[in-house]
């Protein structure tokens, strides 16, 4: 509809038409609220939020692949967070990345202790 818009259609009945999903049951309202004065101004700037949008969906699009491919090696960890109900793939992900943090300061008990003395110290002073 909004590309529509943009390439100057000014009919609200023919844009309507273009919705999907559940807005094809709201034609009514969008006919109302589609037909109206739209001027290239207007349509200029919606171009702009539009490539916009296009540009960030692209980017998510990006990171997307970019996490999926970082977590590939915890996929068995990954897959068994997921098992859990409540628990989709970004949660799982956020899960094992924090297991693998921890994880790794374990392994490395001399930057584990100074972190844990830091904490206790704080207690001590505020408690």
Request: aromatic share 4%.
């Amino acid at each position: 509809m909004l590309k529509g818009l943009v390439a100057g259609e000014q009919d609200g009945a023919k844009l309507a038409d273009l919705a999907i999903g559940v807005l094809r049951k709201k034609h009514d309202q969008l006919v109302q609220a589609l037909s109206g004065k739209v001027h290239d101004h207007h349509r200029l700037m919606l171009h702009k939020l539009l490539r916009a949008l296009q540009t960030r969906e692209a980017e998510i699009a990006e990171d997307d692949a970019d996490i999926r491919r970082q977590i590939e090696p915890f996929r068995k960890a990954l897959l068994a967070w997921m098992q859990v109900p409540g628990i989709d793939e970004v949660t799982a992900q956020s899960l094992v990345r924090r297991w693998d943090r921890i994880w790794n300061r374990l392994r490395q008990p001399n930057k584990l202790l100074p972190g844990l003395a830091r904490q206790l110290r704080r207690r001590w002073q505020t408690g």
